[in-house]
């Protein structure tokens, strides 16, 4: 990978990597996540491996969005790695064949 297209994607990995370690320590902290627990009646619940911790509203719904962030920057990050990867490769395919428009 060109150390251009590292200096798009870097910050996307460590992005996602911070992310991704928030995510799990506060998951540990308030009960689980919201994706994987329920919400009904009025009540909310986070689940961890089938452990359910009732929480409040405000506590459900920012763990649902924040699970969904985990799911954008994991993907924005292995998205662009592996475009930026391929972009580089034919970039340097175009240059060594001398079609590259330099």
Same mark, same amino acid.
């Given at each position: 990978?060109?150390?251009?297209?590292?200096? =798009?994607?870097?910050?996307?990995?460590?992005?996602?990597?911070?992310?991704?370690?928030?995510?799990? #320590?506060?998951?540990?902290?308030?009960?689980?996540?919201? #994706?994987?627990g329920?919400? +009904?009646?009025?009540?909310?619940?986070?689940?961890?491996? +089938?452990?359910?911790?009732? &929480?409040?509203r405000?506590? =459900?719904?920012?763990?649902? &969005?924040?699970?969904?962030?985990?799911?954008?920057?994991?993907?924005?990050?292995?998205?662009g +790695?592996?475009?930026? =990867?391929?972009?580089?490769?034919? =970039?340097?395919?175009?240059?060594?064949?001398?079609?590259? +428009?330099?």
């Open positions: 990978m060109s150390r251009t297209a590292r200096r =798009y994607w870097q910050p996307l990995f460590y992005l996602a990597f911070v992310n991704f370690a928030v995510f799990w #320590v506060v998951a540990a902290k308030i009960g689980g996540d919201a #994706v994987s329920r919400a +009904g009646d009025g009540r909310y619940f986070l689940s961890d491996h +089938g452990v359910r911790t009732e &929480v409040s405000s506590v =459900y719904n920012y763990s649902l &969005v924040h699970t969904v962030s985990v799911w954008a920057t994991h993907g924005l990050a292995v998205g +790695g592996l475009l930026l =990867y391929a972009l580089g490769r034919l =970039y340097e395919s175009q240059s060594a064949s001398g079609t590259g +428009g330099d």
